[in-house]
């Protein structure tokens, strides 16, 4: 009876992490038509891999928005809800190893968390997102699978969609790459196909939250940017990454599994003293 459960309840899907001392025992993803079916799904699918009783697991610690929905103990273990943002940023500081980050937390919508080893602060948030992308692609493209979308935009030309830097300039400009999005569909063409348009929307979304990323760490002294969450299975966000990383001199970085990031730091919250309350446990055993 040693294992932490960190669950991370989205908009969209809902992720658990499983801690034994410390120490990662496996990660689960599933998605579901309501949160709380989604995460009762999670537990039981989790435990049910890691071939574990409901003895085993000694607490439960719920984050992310789906966690106001939830006011009892999870199957009688006891359960408590941890604030979304510092779950972000302790998860990203783990998963990354670094010390401070600005922390950019892509899901349906996007969240930017200061963290350090002195504290998590969260700096703000764009309603510009993943669910920007599902909306979007149902809307202009009849198609709301994320699969789908990601296959379709591997095949895309920004350019049939986009009004680029070199569109516009006649000449080169160092600070600005002539490849570079000057007008998010801008220039969409009449013979635009399914994968540009794809391509367009993705495109949209991540230049949107890595530059907000760019002027959260313009504002600071950290150069250090952590990607994490669902929209970091994206092939394009390492590509947009790389480009602002270049062009900015800063440091983007996307640690293995950072789609599990908010449920690790919920479970590495779990025995912090400071977060160690006992009003904060959603009632008594």
């Known amino acids: 009876m040693d294992i932490v459960l960190g669950v991370d309840i989205g908009g969209s899907t809902t992720k658990i992490v499983g801690l034994r001392k410390g120490e990662l025992v496996g990660m689960l993803q599933v998605r579901a038509a309501d949160q709380i079916t989604s995460m009762y799904g999670a537990i039981g699918n989790f435990l049910r891999a890691q071939r574990m009783e ?11 928005v789906g966690a106001t929905l939830i006011n009892e103990h999870i199957y009688g273990i006891k359960t408590r809800k941890l604030d979304e943002f510092l779950a972000i940023g302790h998860g990203a ?11 950019v937390s892509m899901g349906t ?3 930017f968390v200061r963290a350090s080893k002195s504290g998590i602060t969260h700096i703000g948030g764009s309603g510009v997102g993943g669910g920007t992308i599902i909306g979007l692609a149902s809307q202009m493209l009849g198609k709301s699978d994320v699969d789908a979308i990601i296959a379709l935009a591997a095949h895309g030309r920004l350019e049939n969609v986009d009004l680029l830097v070199r569109d ?12 570079l999005t ?25 230049q949107t939250a890595g530059m907000l990323a760019v002027f959260a760490a313009r504002n600071d002294t950290i150069r250090d940017i952590v990607l994490t969450g669902t929209l970091t299975t994206f092939p394009q966000v ?4 790389t480009q602002f990383a270049s062009q900015f001199g800063l440091r983007f970085h996307i640690p293995p599994d950072a789609v ?13 003293p400071r977060y160690e309350q006992s009003d904060r446990w959603l009632m008594k055993r």
Request: net charge negative; with cysteine; aromatic share 4%.
């Open 93 to 103: 500081l783990r998963m990354s190893g670094l010390e401070e980050a600005i922390v």
């Open 182 to 206: 000057a007008s998010n569909f801008g220039s969409i063409k009449s013979a635009a196909s399914e994968s540009d348009v794809a391509l367009g929307i993705v495109n949209m979304v991540f």
């Open 168 to 179: 516009i300039v006649g000449q080169d400009i160092p600070s600005l790459p002539a490849d």
């Open 54 to 64: 409901l003895s085993d697991v000694s607490s439960i610690v719920l984050t992310g």
């Open 109 to 111: 919508g996007i969240a």
């Open 238 to 241: 390492k590509e947009i990454s």
């Open 260 to 272: 599990f990031a908010t449920a690790l730091g919920a479970a590495r919250c779990a025995n912090m």
